[in-house]
């Protein structure tokens, strides 16, 4: 079905280790999205891509650097991982005139112990 | 900047008990306000776009409604199968992103 795909789904990590969170949507959309969701706190962005080449900081980015591989794909790399990056994120992609707003991923459940 | 408030946080509902979830919001021109639902586990679904004041959309039993400060989902008749958490988030005209409130938890037991 055509979407948005998260890899991984699940993940637990040691402080200080590194890891990629992969996403990729083959809607042919222009804009890419890293939302982190918390309890009480609702939905943040961390990074986005307007489109392919581009890439700028959301609300809460420190901790994160992104990388838009091409127009399909966009990384969220966490270089030194800490418990406060223990959260569920979402990738979305948006199409380019954004009448239905985003359409998100399942999202990836990460835990840093 | 933009602001999104949700309420009732979490709200219990019998089955056919109808109710409404608030959404204010404070935006400079706004291009657009989006309901979500969010299922436990999954990422947020779209369920309606509202543009300007006075717009309504309706799908089953979910009516969205939009003033210029806040937007309401009413829920008509609600069945356990509505139960989920709503989301709603708006769009500045200059903007790219959506700011998303954080979101009302609805309960409905049979």
């Known amino acids: 079905n055509a979407g948005v795909t998260q890899t991984p789904k699940f993940q637990v990590l040691k402080t200080g280790q590194s890891m990629t969170l992969q996403c990729a949507q083959d809607m042919n959309h222009n804009s890419m999205y890293w939302y982190r969701q918390d309890p009480g706190m609702g939905l943040r962005l961390i990074y986005y891509?307007?489109?392919?080449?581009?890439?700028d900081k959301g609300e809460v980015p420190n901790g994160y650097n992104v990388s838009r591989l091409n127009k399909r794909e966009f990384s969220l790399r966490l270089e030194s991982a800490a418990p406060s990056q223990t959260s569920v994120y979402f990738c979305?992609?948006?199409?380019?005139?954004?009448?239905?707003?985003?359409?998100f991923g399942s999202g990836t459940r990460l835990t840093v112990v | 900047e933009d602001q999104v408030t949700q309420s009732p946080e979490a709200l219990r509902l019998q089955e056919g008990e109808s109710s409404s979830l608030n959404c204010s919001y404070t935006?400079?021109?706004?291009?657009?306000l989006f309901w979500y639902r969010q299922d436990p586990g999954k990422g947020p679904e779209f369920l309606f776009t509202?543009?300007?004041a006075g717009e309504e959309k309706e799908k089953e039993r979910l009516k969205a409604t939009l003033t210029k400060k806040e937007s309401f989902l009413h829920i008509t008749a609600p069945k356990p199968e509505d139960s989920a958490t709503y989301l709603c988030a708006v769009q500045e005209n200059a903007g790219n992103m959506l700011t998303f409130g954080g979101g009302t938890r609805l309960m409905v037991k049979p």
């Open positions: 935006v400079s021109g706004l291009r657009g």
């Open positions: 979305a992609s948006r199409e380019p005139w954004g009448r239905y707003g985003y359409t």
């Open positions: 509202l543009y300007s």
């Open positions: 891509s307007a489109s392919e080449g581009t890439t």
